[in-house]
């Protein structure tokens, strides 16, 4: 059950990667609570029909590109006015050996899960310091904080988001712009299509749970949150115990699944939304 946070109510609400999944939740969440929100995503045509569903404002969006993403945060200002939050939610998930992936797929999740949040960061920002406020929201992962194989560069980018946006809360500490990172464990999304076997027993989460988390950490003023919350605590247990300690608890809890045991046939599905990105 989401909390009614008045500070949403009338503020304009920014999300990429809004037409599926976290970021069509998010939007919905926060049109509940009275945001004006904007969604942007790859898929355009998605974006517009989806906005026009919930009551929102969509438009074409590709994060990698500069002029992709001022068009969209200047079309919302355009439309709804002056920008209060940022959520950078657009990401990717490719799966597999390290040194089976290509160059292609490696690039093409470091220009939207890293390259993406970067830019979104530095246009956003001016228009949030003028003004002396704003919050900027960078939607991570666990596997930001804790490696997975199978998912090395994921990792990579997701471990660079937690610090970009722990630096630039220092950074911009003394100009009225709050940074929060949001940091699920598995969600069911498409990202998760065809790890139910080479996840089980991992904790899940729906998009509307992470949804919720968002709102909180807006609400709040939160830097950090883990879904579930006592995934927190995790980081600093394994960076405590000893090394030999950990490999074997990695093992006995099966931490190479994602190598060994996805479903191929229901993950090519989403590979295959991949693929149509690499450019």
């Known amino acids: 059950m989401i909390v009614n946070y008045k500070n949403l109510s009338g503020k304009v609400v920014v999300i990429t990667g809004g037409a599926r999944g976290i970021g069509l939740a998010t939007a919905k969440a926060c049109l509940a ?18 906005a026009k569903k919930i009551g ?12 992709s993403f001022e068009s969209f945060l200047q079309a919302t200002e355009d439309k709804l006015g002056p920008i209060d939050v940022l ?13 089976d992936e290509s160059d292609d797929i490696s690039e093409t999740q470091i ?19 003028r003004r002396g406020s704003g919050h900027i929201v960078n939607v991570s992962s666990m596997a930001g904080v804790i490696p997975i194989p ?24 003394d100009t009225g712009i709050n940074f929060s990172t949001i940091m699920p464990c ?33 609400a709040h003023e939160l830097t950090e949150v883990t879904i579930p919350s006592y995934l927190g605590y995790s980081p600093a247990i394994l960076n405590l115990t ?21 479903n191929e046939q229901e993950r090519n599905r989403y590979n295959q939304r991949i693929n149509d990105l690499v450019q």
Do not use: W
């Open 33 to 50: 609570q009275g945001a004006q929100v904007s969604i942007g995503d790859i898929d355009g045509d998605l974006a517009v029909s989806q």
């Open 56 to 67: 929102g404002f969509g438009h074409a969006l590709d994060v990698r590109k500069r002029d």
């Open 87 to 99: 959520i950078n939610n657009a990401g990717i998930m490719p799966t597999g050996a390290f040194v």
């Open 111 to 129: 220009d939207i899960n890293l390259n993406g949040v970067i830019l979104g960061c530095k246009l956003a920002l001016p228009r949030m310091i």
């Open 150 to 173: 199978g998912l090395a560069v994921y990792c990579a980018t997701k471990f660079a988001v937690v610090g970009l946006t722990k630096t630039l809360r220092e950074e911009y500490r």
């Open 186 to 218: 598995k969600v069911k999304t498409e990202l998760a299509l065809g790890s139910d076997d080479a996840a089980k027993g991992v904790p899940t989460s729906t998009p509307e749970e992470i949804a919720a988390a968002v709102l909180k950490s807006i």
């Open 242 to 262: 000893p090394h030999r300690v950990t490999q074997g608890f990695r093992r006995l809890f099966g931490d190479r699944r994602v190598l060994e045991q996805l």
